[in-house]
């Protein structure tokens, strides 16, 4: 299953919201009902941190402007307000799909 | 809280096999799968396999031919050996629970003659 973010590369103003889409080539629903659809943030130098699963559930310690949503092959991640500490790449993983496959990435930047 | 950490040879020449071991603390090794995950500049995060503590294993089709994950659940541990390595296999490998909530620190695997 390919999974294609957009944009790769966002610029955006500390304090704006800032929105990433990731798209599936097949929908992520799951035999089980589930989708199983994650964001992961990968700060500078640093391992990939699961931010959001199953579309829009946040990992414990995840601030709340972070949040996920979405449905069969379309899903959002939103960041409601950027602050410095969010620089870094983005990348959504669809694990309903053998083999798990991953978003190309995008990089968020402080303009 | 689980944590892993994995070591294993950083540099190797074409033909040879990568082995990394990672090890698990905390949590229960034996209620869950462990995955290796590489990410590369050219072909980014790559799911590479995974096992049970039992030893049942999946691979990714693109790998099957030349990937084998081991369990030594004595130590709480799991192994990746990646045979005939080429220049393509340079990545950061990282070891992980399947589920992706905890992470290794990675390892640079550097495949060059």
């Known amino acids: 299953v390919v999974v294609t973010q957009s944009p790769l590369s966002l610029p955006v103003t500390l304090g704006q919201p800032a929105s990433i889409s990731c798209r599936s080539s097949?929908?992520?629903?799951?035999?089980?009902?589930?989708?199983?659809l994650n964001w992961f943030q990968q700060r500078p130098g640093q391992s990939p941190r699961r931010l959001i699963y199953?579309?829009?559930n946040r990992d414990s310690g995840v601030p709340d402007r972070f949040s996920g949503s979405g449905s069969g092959t379309d899903f959002t991640l939103k960041i409601s307000r950027v602050e410095a500490e969010d620089v870094g790449i983005y990348y959504c993983?669809?694990?309903?799909?053998?083999?798990?496959?991953f978003g190309q990435g995008t990089k968020v930047e402080i303009k | 809280q689980v944590q892993l950490r994995q070591w294993g040879a950083g540099l190797l020449k074409p033909s040879e096999t990568l082995s990394l071991t990672c090890a698990v603390y905390g949590g229960s090794f034996s209620s869950n799968y462990w995955s290796w995950i590489r990410q590369s500049p050219g072909k980014g995060l790559e799911w590479i396999g995974e096992?049970?503590?039992?030893?049942?294993?999946k691979y990714n089709p693109s790998l099957q031919s030349r990937v084998t994950i081991s369990v030594d659940t004595s130590k709480n541990q799991f192994s990746l050996n990646l045979s005939f390595v080429t220049a393509a296999d340079t990545a950061v490998y990282y070891c992980?629970?399947?589920?992706?909530?905890?992470w290794s620190q990675g390892t640079l695997v550097t495949v060059s003659s």
């Open positions: 096992t049970s503590h039992s030893g049942s294993t």
């Open positions: 097949q929908s992520l629903v799951y035999s089980d009902g589930y989708t199983y």
């Open positions: 199953k579309v829009s």
């Open positions: 993983m669809q694990a309903t799909h053998w083999p798990p496959t």
């Open positions: 992980a629970r399947k589920g992706l909530l905890e």
